[in-house]
């Protein structure tokens, strides 16, 4: 994670910031700041940085922080995908707001979403899990552990291609060979 400033800043703040339930969306408000942006629009890679700090924010928000110290989990991004629609430029707030879609046995999929004035610039949809010393942690395990029951949403299609499209560059990754997705 390469915003420093902003993880300490968010790890400070989040104290204030309402607990929220698994299912809820999560809005984290930024703003672009010049070491986010090229020549005139924030670069490709800050959209999945600041993604991964909605992601932090979700978790402290969860109340996962201590689990986390605890018992040595680490969350980690296993696959993400993002379409661009708007460019954002410099100084221009914007929010970024994080959802739950679905969880399966070893994975959470998330979707966040980077909005300007209620218009989506950019959507990323991102696969998670929590590592622990020696394996992945269960959804239902972490779920556990945030002590909030709720019941597994319906599967959305763009789950379905994003488990499609970690099998085809697991197998890339695996064989070292180009692998159509269909």
Known sequence: ????????????????R???????????PCTVLPNDIDVSKMTDDRYL???????????LRLGLARSLLKRGWAPL????????RHPLKA???YQLRTRVV?????????????????????????????????????PTEVLAEIGQ?????????????LQALAVAIHMEQKEGACVQVT
Do not use: N
């Open 149 to 161: 029951p709720v019941v597994r949403p319906c599967k959305p299609d763009v789950v379905s291609d």
């Open 91 to 93: 100084f221009q707030r």
């Open 49 to 59: 940085a600041i993604a991964d700090l909605g992601r932090l924010d979700m978790v």
């Open 18 to 28: 309402r607990r929220l339930r698994v299912l809820d969306e999560f809005v984290l």
């Open 1 to 16: 994670m390469r915003l420093r400033l902003r993880l300490l800043w968010l790890i400070l703040t989040f104290a204030w």
């Open 77 to 84: 991004a296993t696959v993400a995908a993002i379409r661009f």
């Open 102 to 138: 679905y969880w399966d046995d070893t994975t959470f999929y998330l979707q966040q979403v980077f909005e300007r004035h209620g218009r989506t610039q950019a959507t990323a949809y991102v696969c998670a899990t929590f590592l622990a010393r020696r394996a992945a942690v269960r």
